[in-house]
């Protein structure tokens, strides 16, 4: 039996290491994953792509998808919200700018990478954080010349292709994601009054064209588990405890709260 997960991008770490851990636990189950952006990825479910797991960056694009239809179900009727994340810069390994706040970015020559696609929450996301961060260090002035003169990328993992491959000095992205790359960057972290982990929230669901339900239901008792809890923190994904739910949650995963 496969398992269609689909999730978003900034939770590619974690999936995989849920992904690794529940199918070592789970014989005759496999798991196909496919990474993408949420809002784009929620829209393939609507119009009736197979999905048993869909995982998104935000529970706003859940929600949407109860109003959808396919056939006689809604796209999705419920979800959980299972974990945080925040955002941070990435810099080259050793930092060799020697760059320790936002405001450092609007040094002349920096190379910024952000994400600027237009479906991308991300995008919205870091320049709130870069607005909010450039205020909190004195410096308001300075966070629309770093905006404006950032590399635009289309998604996280082309940030952090940027900084890897060094073709950008320091970029944005979600702790989650940096933690994949963490043996060739540094992370440069925030404070909760800046960093949008108090707002960015994940978010999972059993879509309406799930074809095998039961399997999908034993994936996420695992990711609510104190082992999956584990794994998510490890991966730079704080989980929630208790969870927080939307719609009719499954009975299953009720008792689990």
């Known amino acids: 039996m496969i398992i269609q997960v689909w999730h978003a991008d900034s939770l590619a770490g974690p999936l995989s290491g849920l992904k690794k851990a529940f199918a070592e636990r789970s014989s005759g189950v496999e798991i196909n994953t496919v990474s993408g952006r949420s809002r784009e990825l929620a829209e393939r479910i609507s119009k009736g792509e197979t999905c048993d797991v869909f995982a998104s960056s935000d529970p706003a694009v859940v929600k949407e998808m109860f109003a959808k239809k396919i056939g006689s179900l809604g796209a999705a009727s419920w979800y959980v919200v299972f974990s945080a994340n925040e955002l941070v810069v990435i810099v080259g390994r050793g930092n060799p700018l020697g760059l320790t706040q936002m405001t450092d970015l609007a040094r002349e020559g920096i190379r910024l990478a952000r994400v600027t696609g237009e479906k991308d929450m991300a995008a919205g996301r870091s320049v709130e954080f870069i607005k909010k961060a450039s205020a909190w260090e004195g410096h308001p002035d300075l966070s629309q010349g770093i905006i404006d003169g950032a590399l635009r990328e289309n998604t996280i993992p082309e940030v952090l292709a940027a900084v890897k491959n060094g073709r950008a000095d320091a970029g944005i992205v979600y702790l989650s994601a940096a933690v994949t790359i963490a043996d060739s960057v540094e992370i440069l972290s925030f404070p909760a009054e800046v960093n949008l982990s108090r707002d960015i929230r994940n978010a999972v669901t059993i879509?309406?064209?799930?074809?095998?339900?039961?399997?999908?239901?034993?994936?996420?008792?695992?990711?609510?588990?104190?082992?999956?809890?584990?794994?998510?923190?490890?991966?730079?994904?704080?989980?929630?405890?208790p969870p927080l739910k939307g719609g009719d949650v499954p009975r299953e995963l009720d008792l689990q709260f």
């Open 207 to 241: 879509p309406g064209t799930a074809e095998n339900g039961e399997a999908a239901l034993g994936f996420i008792r695992f990711m609510l588990s104190a082992e999956g809890r584990r794994i998510l923190q490890d991966a730079g994904q704080p989980p929630l405890i």
